[in-house]
């Protein structure tokens, strides 16, 4: 179930940098933050798959939901208003900030459910090698790290070493040269 839930993020985080690069929408500072907390959902099932399944794993993912949630709910609160049209692309007449509060409460509902198994958490504390684990997982481990990585990138070309544009219409650290 965890390497679905990586998985499930990795096409999510996809998908936003699918929808920046084939149309040039540059996320603002708090579609970053949303992708950051997206990135501490990934690293807490990341330390399930490697560790084992541990409260204090799933402690990690619901802080990040709960973050991510809010900043989601933030963005929200700023294009309610009647008449705004709201930022960046939409999917299904929603844009990504309302699909993204979706997600991390999805999330944050799967991992309260989970607590209610308690059989669930592993006892033992062996460390499961990458080598060591099957096929598919690796690949959506793979995945994870190729897509934030992608994300830091980008991430970094479009704000560098300084606060975020508001409103990006372009890379700063390729201005000069595209």
Not at 93 to 110: D, E, K, P, Q
Request: charged share 5%; with cysteine.
């Amino acid at each position: 179930m965890n390497a679905l839930g990586l998985l499930a993020l990795s096409g999510v985080l996809g998908f936003a940098l699918l929808n920046q690069f084939a149309c040039h929408d540059l996320p603002c500072p708090l579609c970053l933050l949303q992708r950051i907390a997206f990135t501490g959902c990934m690293f807490a099932i990341l330390l399930n798959i490697f560790y084992g399944t541990r409260p204090w794993h799933y402690g990690i993912l619901l802080v990040s939901a709960m973050l991510g949630a809010g900043i989601a709910l933030r963005q929200i609160s700023l294009h309610v208003i009647p008449g705004n049209p709201g930022y960046g692309g939409t999917v299904f007449s929603w844009h990504f900030y309302t699909w993204s509060f979706l997600c991390f409460t999805t999330i944050i509902a799967t991992v309260s459910l989970t607590f209610l198994v308690p059989s669930h958490f592993s006892v033992s504390s062996a460390f499961i090698g990458f080598g060591a684990q099957p096929a598919w997982i690796k690949l959506a481990v793979v995945l994870c790290y190729l897509v934030v990585s992608v994300n830091m990138v980008s991430a970094f070309l479009e704000c560098g070493f300084y606060a975020c544009a508001e409103n990006p219409v372009h890379y700063k650290l390729l201005q000069g040269w595209l």
